[in-house]
RNA sequence: GGCCCGUUGGUCAAGAGGCUAAGACAUCGCCCUCUCACGGCGAAAACAUGGGUUCGAUUCCCGUACGGGUCACCA
């Protein structure tokens, strides 16, 4: 650069002639947010490639409740810089799916009435294909300082250094003796312009990888930054900027304060750094949480979209877990401390939990369906009938038509279900998915009610037989639980059965067998299954007929 | 390969120089019980490794191993 000092102002008009605008201009339009002290702006920013997994829920409840329990923002911006990558209907999509997780923006790339996408707030467009002419104002600016440069690189050029690279054992990257446009003269770069040769625009940079410094990451704490020292592309050959040009320029002027991202950006830091001090931006704060992991065989691997189902949430939701199921579970992963407080506060809302990042785990947590269906349980043991039968048949209209219409016939019968073993301090816990309904409860219609349920072995067909024909004789829907009960040890003991399971444990060789047993074949001849529901409680919301007419049909059978 | 991050029971994890190293899920056993589902009690089960520093290291430092991430005109 000793030779005639290249002329930057000169080059940014050359690349950037359309651009009149002016960094400060942009300051003017997108001012500093008048929020409090201490409140946190932050936002989720995906790319539009249609599959929504669950480290969007990581992320976004992670800055959703960093903004919002500190009285801040949180937005949606789109990051549509991929034209390859991008999939139509895709944000519509990522903005319902996430309203169902709670997560829920204040401003950014909103759906209106009509379900299209569109920009709510001041900070737009939210969508980053609709900014260039930002992203020019401080391309231009960088290059008028020297701090850009446009690179005439073909893909074969780039290509033809990486290999060479590889044989000099040397790192990969466009800098050094590879930096080939780094230093050229005006002439030259002239030329190419003329000849209409597409070019990218590089950050001429002067960090050395001698130079380390510590920086603070809100999760991982205090982390070795080696500086960068590579010429990366801010703007591609389109004029659309690349990830991390795009990072700089718009959380800098959406006034992002805090940056909630997958760890894998880690390793990108040192480049933000540098770029947001080129700019002149101030830095946000950092937040790099750790992938989700997944066993496979004896070690972990982060979790894989081709590979693993779980990782996209139209899973959940085809199998029915209750989205709130999902996030508690999640929550569980991401702030340590948050299963104590929802055991002393288990009805307390979400918001209620002090969420913080330094309760987060550094490294990346093993996702965990069985501890998912625990939680899920818990939570829908928690829940009231009715809701219960609102969240089924919602489920069961789109996935499961057949069960839908017996499920919904007769709503209070439904519900009456539902109700068994609900509410108290111990409600049953049968199921963690919309999904397994079917197989609890299935059986109080005709249509999945299994006709040649197994009887407990041992028994003969005839005993069963005589003992279903004694209880039919004696059954009364009118009777209550007691006299029920009653009449069944009666039968028991006629049959030589033990009236209590205690008095046959004692001596077995004394009788046949005991009570259990007898209901067990009431309980497969009414249900088709050794394993149901309080008993009594099914056959009362059965009703006489339908109960009475199942075991006259099994007398026949076991008769036949 | 360079750079970076991580490592407490099978899993999630508390602990931040001195503890019999919490708790939850899963597993197993017992109790309760007409089955199941609950609920109760109990068992088994961990600081990757080698050096330092220290009177004392799971905890601090360095190395090693293992795992992960990243090195694109993808985010």
């Given amino acids: ?89 895709a944000s ?9 997780y709670g997560i829920v923006f204040d401003e950014g790339a909103s759906l209106d009435e009509n379900g299209a996408i569109c920009d709510k707030g001041d900070y737009g467009p939210y969508k980053q294909s609709n900014r260039a002419p930002i992203y020019h104002v401080y391309a231009k600016k960088l290059v008028r300082e020297g701090k850009a440069y446009p690179c005439f690189c073909t893909e074969e050029d780039l290509d033809r250094f990486h290999a060479e690279q590889e044989a000099e054992k040397a790192n990969f990257g466009y800098y050094g003796k590879w930096a080939k446009w780094r230093d050229r003269s005006l002439e030259e ?57 795009a990072h700089a320029v718009d959380d800098h002027l959406m006034r992002t304060t805090h940056v909630v991202r997958g760890d894998e950006w880690l390793s990108g830091l040192p480049f933000h750094i540098q770029l947001f001090q080129a700019l002149g931006f101030r830095l946000p704060k950092y937040v790099h949480i750790g992938t989700l992991m997944k066993m496979d065989g004896t070690s972990k691997r982060k979790l894989s979209k081709r590979k693993d189902p779980e990782l996209a949430l139209s899973y959940y939701k085809s199998v029915g877990y209750p989205t709130d199921s999902v996030v508690e579970y999640l929550m569980t992963i991401l702030n340590s401390n948050f299963e104590d407080w929802r055991r002393a506060n288990p009805l307390a809302p979400l918001d209620d939990f002090k969420f913080s990042a330094k309760k ?4 990346g947590s093993l996702f965990d369906l069985a501890k998912l269906s625990d939680v899920s349980k818990n939570l829908i043991s928690r829940m009231s009938a009715e809701d219960v039968y609102n969240a089924v048949s919602e489920w069961a209209k789109e996935f499961d038509g057949e ?40 059986f109080m219609f005709d249509r999945y009610y299994e006709a040649n349920g197994a009887y ?75 394993n149901s529901p309080d008993l009594y409680a099914v056959m009362s919301i059965l009703g006489h007929e339908v109960a009475t007419s199942r075991i006259q049909k099994q007398i026949e059978r076991l008769r036949g």
């Fill in 189 to 245: 770069i002239r030329e190419q312009l003329d000849s209409g040769t597409p070019w990218v625009l590089r950050f001429r940079s002067t960090g050395s990888i001698e130079h380390k410094f510590k920086y603070n990451d809100l999760i991982k704490g205090e982390v070795d930054i080696t500086e960068n020292d590579i010429d990366h592309v801010l703007l591609k050959s389109d004029g659309i900027p690349t990830y991390h040009f």
């Fill in 456 to 530: 407990p072995d041992g028994f003969d067909a005839g005993t069963i037989a005589d003992i279903l024909t004694d209880f039919l004789s004696t059954y009364s829907s009118a009777d209550d639980q007691t006299v029920w009960f009653d009449k069944m040890k009666d039968i028991a003991e006629k049959h030589g059965f033990a009236r209590e399971t205690k008095e046959y444990k004692a001596s077995p060789e004394a009788y046949r067998g005991h009570i259990g047993d007898i209901s067990a074949f009431v309980r497969v001849a009414v249900t088709g299954k050794q």
């Fill in 92 to 100: 519509e999509i990522l903005i319902e799916m996430l309203s169902h």
């Fill in 403 to 442: 069960f839908y219409d017996d499920f919904t016939r007769e709503p209070a019968f439904t519900k009456a279900v539902l109700a068994i073993g609900r509410g108290g301090n111990k409600p049953r816990k049968d199921f963690a998915t919309w999904s397994e309904v079917k197989g609890y409860m299935g």
């Fill in 1 to 89: 650069m000793d030779q005639t000092l290249i002329d930057y102002e000169t080059l940014a008009e050359w690349l950037f002639p359309e651009v009149t605008e002016t960094p400060e201009d942009m300051e003017k339009r997108y001012p500093v947010r008048g929020l409090p002290e201490g409140a946190v702006v932050s936002r989720l920013a995906p790319s539009p490639t249609g599959f929504v997994h669950l480290g969007n829920v990581v992320q976004g409840l992670t800055s959703e409740r960093l903004a919002h329990q500190s009285g801040g923002v949180l937005f949606l911006r789109i990051e549509d810089t991929d034209a390859k990558r991008e999939v139509k209907g």
């Fill in 360 to 363: 987060m785990n550094a490294a």
